[in-house]
């Protein structure tokens, strides 16, 4: 479940209260829960499937924020409003009604830099990064989010993306083992790349001064050209998810929990 929107919009906010957080201790944030989510069974699949997953979104200052969801992020150079920095993410693959012969994708870790431009109406942000497992190729985003409390309730959050793998990527997620190829009469997946075209909407609303309620719709299609496949029968990938989060935090005063 991606909450990048979310995230953006509570960035604006923050960017807002800046000059009085100055003099102030450093604050911080950690909120965990859990969502149910449907998703494609598998990249290119026209299936869906109905999962639970964990939440966990931790900030410290302006500097350092950690999500199972959005990866791990240290803003170590500020110029203006400019912020570049290392990331690590995870991602998780989907495995679920695979034909036979495909392969079984392993969850990659990846390793990279992002750069963060902050606008008065949103964050444009460019990333780069490496998986050092799974199917060990490179992989990046554009994105533009933005967002904002609506009321002192709920805040809403949008998101357009654009996202790229390299050959390994598709390789791995679309390609056949050598002899399932053979029989299907498909090419090895060398030489083409993964890109994909997106929009989210995100949503959170505050039942508590520590519980949220989080939504999250997105819907991402393949653009890049993809050779037929029996792994490939769909170019859309939709996804939902609903979650309840507890959030604790300390800072700011008067600043929400």
């Given amino acids: 479940m ?8 509570l960035a604006l906010s923050a960017l807002g ?58 803003r170590a150079l500020t110029k203006g409003p400019l912020r570049f920095g290392p990331i690590v ?11 036979p012969g495909a392969f079984r994708m392993s969850d990659a870790v990846e390793l990279g830099g992002f ?24 992989s990046g985003d554009l994105s533009f989010s933005t967002g904002a409390p609506v009321t002192p309730k709920l805040t809403l959050g949008g998101q357009a993306r654009i996202s790229w793998a390299d050959s390994n990527f598709t390789q791995e997620y679309f390609g056949l083992r050598p002899h399932a190829a053979h029989s299907f009469g498909l090419p090895r997946f060398l030489d083409e790349d993964f890109v994909s075209a997106g929009a989210e909407f995100d949503a ?42 507890y959030r604790w935090s300390a800072g700011l005063r008067g600043r929400r929990p």
């Fill in 17 to 74: 209260a800046a000059p009085s957080a100055q003099a102030a201790p450093q604050d911080w944030t950690v909120e965990v829960g859990a969502a149910a989510r449907t998703r494609p069974a598998h990249l290119g699949s026209n299936q869906y499937v109905v999962e639970a997953l964990p939440i966990l979104e931790a900030t410290f200052g302006d500097a350092i924020s950690v999500s199972l969801d959005d990866g791990a992020k240290w």
């Fill in 89 to 99: 993410e995870y991602r998780q693959s989907f495995n679920d009604h695979q034909p």
């Fill in 204 to 245: 959170a609303r505050e039942l508590t001064s520590h519980t949220r309620l989080v939504l999250a719709l997105s819907a991402d299609r393949i653009i890049g050209e993809l050779p037929a496949s029996p792994l490939f029968t769909s170019r859309n990938i939709f996804t939902a998810s609903l979650g309840l989060t």
């Fill in 2 to 9: 991606s909450r990048r929107a979310t995230l953006a919009a």
């Fill in 115 to 138: 750069g963060e431009l902050m606008t008065p109406i949103g964050l444009g942000e460019v990333r780069l990064r490496r998986a050092v497992n799974g199917y060990q190729g490179w």
